[in-house]
């Protein structure tokens, strides 16, 4: 596998470092999102909450994950979902 160094001098495989797109949002442009933060063993129940998207990246093999900012509990969280805890 190959490497690349970053600007920190760690070396890490390439294939972090294969994505293809991404796209951030900025204050006011943060598009509104749910997420979903548990499913039951079913895959059936779930748990959405409104948020807002930050950022989403299309990697290389086609799959997307999702940056969101949301409130729980009057908190405000920053997490990564994948495309289908996302709508």
């Known amino acids: 596998m190959e490497t690349s ?3 920190a001098g760690v070396r890490a495989p390439d294939r972090l470092n294969a994505v293809c797109h991404y796209v951030v949002y900025g204050p006011g442009a943060m ?3 749910e997420v979903c933060l548990a499913t039951g063993s079913d895959g059936i129940d779930a748990t959405w909450t ?3 998207l930050r950022m989403h990246t299309q990697h ?3 799959s997307r994950t ?3 900012q949301y409130r729980l509990q009057g ?3 920053i997490d990564n ?3 289908e805890r996302v709508r």
Do not use: H, N, W
Request: aromatic share 10%.
């Open 60 to 62: 290389e093999d086609g």
């Open 66 to 68: 999702f940056t969101a």
């Open 75 to 77: 908190r405000l969280l």
């Open 50 to 52: 409104p948020g807002e």
């Open 81 to 83: 979902f994948p495309m």
């Open 5 to 7: 160094e970053s600007s």
């Open 31 to 33: 598009p509104r999102v």
